[in-house]
């Protein structure tokens, strides 16, 4: 328990509270704002990381990758 509250604490906030959004939200967020940060990226990552995605999910973090590659979106 000590470990968890350890670890929770050294994250930055936002980092902390882009792993409890939704997936959509955060595609839709990262989309309008034509910037994908490093928080999204940890977002995405622990999303990935916690294999509980449905094929929705996965399909939106593969139009993001996607966009990113061809250059629609710019990495912070």
Known sequence: MQLTATLTSRLPM???NSMNQPISEL???IWCSGR????DRYGLKSALLEEMLDEEDKAAIDRLLHAV???WLLVE
């Open 14 to 16: 936002s980092i902390y």
């Open 27 to 29: 595609f839709f967020q």
């Open 36 to 39: 994908i940060t490093r928080t």
């Open 69 to 71: 590659r061809r250059g």
